[in-house]
């Protein structure tokens, strides 16, 4: 009688095993470093936007502070972009003729939303509060890096949970004085830890770590 499985058989199987038990793990494994790494998480990568806005000219050159137009971020747990009908308290006067401007224009005519497209988006199940950062002492550029160099806005920082649990769990070198919070080109004048614990101190920077304090 002939032998039921040939010679062979048993390493067959054992390869068919460890190819379904080993490519869901690579590949979940992959998942996870993208999740970690720039690329998967869209950072140093300029954001096209439905028109062309250059920080660089209206923060840069201008001088435009980071309220004026995302005043949202002191008083809200959302920063928010500003209505069109700010940026035409401008440009009605300035570049009022500019073809790159009609979407504008056109947007304050209709009342239709500019699509602006968000370059930092945190997962649904994180609850972040710009008020509570900006009123504690965390500068603007600690998570969204020189804005006012930059033609189109790109994330800069990781925004991941270990980003953010690093700076809870000893937020003294990034903190300073709330009058400085928008200013992006503010260092402190000597050791950013002293700067940083006496902000911590006068603010009462008490950060918290668990768990509900961004997922509830």
Not at 43 to 64: A, C, K, M, N, Y
Not at 136 to 159: E, S, Y
Not at 194 to 209: F, H, I, N, W, Y
Request: net charge neutral; proline share 11%.
């Amino acid at each position: 009688m002939a032998p039921l499985f040939r010679p062979g058989t048993d390493s067959v199987l054992r390869a068919v095993i460890a190819l379904a038990l080993g490519v869901p793990a690579v590949a979940l494994a992959g998942l996870l470093l993208l999740a970690r790494n720039p690329l998967g998480r869209g950072s140093f990568t300029p954001r096209e936007q439905p028109l062309p806005f250059d920080h660089r000219h209206h923060v840069g050159d201008e001088g435009i502070p980071c309220g004026y137009c995302h005043e949202g971020a002191w008083r809200s747990p959302v920063a928010g972009v500003p209505p069109t009908q700010r940026c035409l308290g401008c440009h009605a006067q300035v570049w009022n003729g500019s073809a790159r401007l009609e979407p504008v224009r056109a947007s304050g005519f209709d009342g239709t939303a500019l699509p602006w497209n968000r370059v930092h988006a945190l997962p649904d199940y994180v609850w972040f509060s710009h008020q509570i950062h900006v009123n504690k002492g965390v500068g603007c550029v600690t998570c969204h890096g020189r804005v006012d160099t930059m033609p189109a806005v790109q994330q800069v920082a990781p925004l991941t949970m270990g980003w953010c649990l690093d700076c809870h769990r000893d937020p003294t070198p990034w903190l300073r004085p709330v009058s400085e919070v928008a200013n992006l080109t503010w260092h402190p004048p000597g050791d950013p830890r002293e700067t940083g614990r006496a902000v911590q101190a006068a603010l009462g920077v008490s950060p918290r770590t668990d768990c509900n304090t961004c997922h509830f």
